[in-house]
């Protein structure tokens, strides 16, 4: 049986060590923090929006993310809403909806009658969107808790805050730790976000709406909360949020729907997200044997499937080096 550690209780860490565990290895995961969560994974939106994604990022990122509903799904059956993304824009940013439009797919547009049946609370406000019917979303904080409930239930062992672990005791090492990986490649991209409480506003998916300067995103939780986010800055500061962010965040916030600014502010959260030069993650084996999986971006929950699916596959394939692996990693990032 294989002993592997892995570093990093986010998204990450626990969805490779599903994969690990679920091949047979005995596994232990080391976290830093205290408990799940307050990592950049917690602050997350939870859309598993490839189609959406494309908008801004390559093709790569639909390929290794259209699977990723059905992943949660089959790993914690229940927690998975697929009732599809919408996507609108007030009616002077409507070449906003149309650069959309055409830098994506698998979406239908929909006209006011349409998008009122959808989410009867946006009713009168827009004329006119795009529906991605096929994508999902989930709630990181309940998914991640979930898992690793699950993952404790499988065997896997937990080491919360966690220094050094000695290594003599594994066959392998899996770091996923994210920002804080010594990899001169990774730079820090800087996400903030609110969650919001109001009895007021009722959507059954994410809306995202589009602005020249700052789009944002509302996802719907339980207990009539939303999460707006996010902000992306090109920064790994990661103190509190910004009075500029916050007033950008809510003003977005009040133009999707009024009610928003009678809400109440639940929370404000800053996440620093890994990023390599081209934003697509990796898989990388090391020379001194380690394996990362970095370089997630906005993409955690969307990607981490894949990337863990990747990494099991590397130590679990005694024979693979590492120029075929590099040659594999290529061959999709051009595709």
């Known amino acids: 049986m294989r002993r592997v550690l892995v ?114 609370d946006l009713a009168g406000r827009f004329r006119q969107g795009l529906f991605f019917a096929g994508e999902a979303h989930l709630d990181p904080r309940r998914v991640l808790e979930a898992l690793a409930g699950k993952l404790r239930a499988m065997g896997v062992v937990f080491l919360f805050e966690a220094g050094e672990v000695a290594l003599s005791g594994f066959d392998q090492v899996i770091d996923c730790t994210g920002i804080a990986r010594a990899d001169d490649d990774l730079r820090g991209v800087r996400g903030e976000m609110l969650l ?21 995103y509302v996802v719907p939780r339980a207990d009539h909360h939303f999460m707006v986010g996010a902000t992306m800055i090109e920064s790994d500061h990661d103190g509190p949020v910004t009075a500029r962010s916050l007033m950008e965040l809510l003003n977005a916030a009040y133009a999707l729907h009024p009610a928003f600014g009678e809400a109440e ?32 971006y906005r993409h955690g929950f969307l990607l981490s499937p894949a990337m863990a699916e990747q990494a099991a596959g590397l130590l679990f394939n005694s024979s693979a080096d590492l120029e075929s692996e590099n040659e594999a990693d290529r061959q999709w990032r051009s595709a």
């Open 7 to 120: 570093k990093g209780a986010g998204v990450a860490g626990l969805t490779v060590a599903h994969e690990l565990a679920a091949r047979g290895a005995s596994v232990t995961v080391a976290e830093i923090r205290s408990q799940i969560g307050g990592n950049a994974s917690w602050l997350a939106g939870g859309m598993l929006a490839p189609w959406c994604e494309r908008e801004s990022a390559e093709e790569a990122v639909v390929t290794l993310g259209k699977a990723s509903a059905d992943w949660w799904e089959k790993t914690l059956p229940g927690l998975v809403t697929r009732a599809g993304t919408l996507v609108v824009a007030q009616a002077r940013d409507a070449f906003e909806l149309a650069r959309f439009a055409a830098r994506t797919r698998n979406h239908e547009s929909v006209g006011e009658q349409a998008l009122a049946a959808l989410e009867p």
């Open 196 to 216: 919001l409480r109001t009895r007021d506003v009722s959507l059954a998916r994410p809306v995202r709406l589009l602005h020249p300067r700052h789009p944002i």
């Open 265 to 296: 502010i639940v929370e404000t959260g800053v996440g620093v997200r890994p990023a390599y030069p081209d934003n697509l993650p990796r898989v990388k084996r090391w020379k001194d044997g380690a394996i990362t999986i970095n370089g997630l």
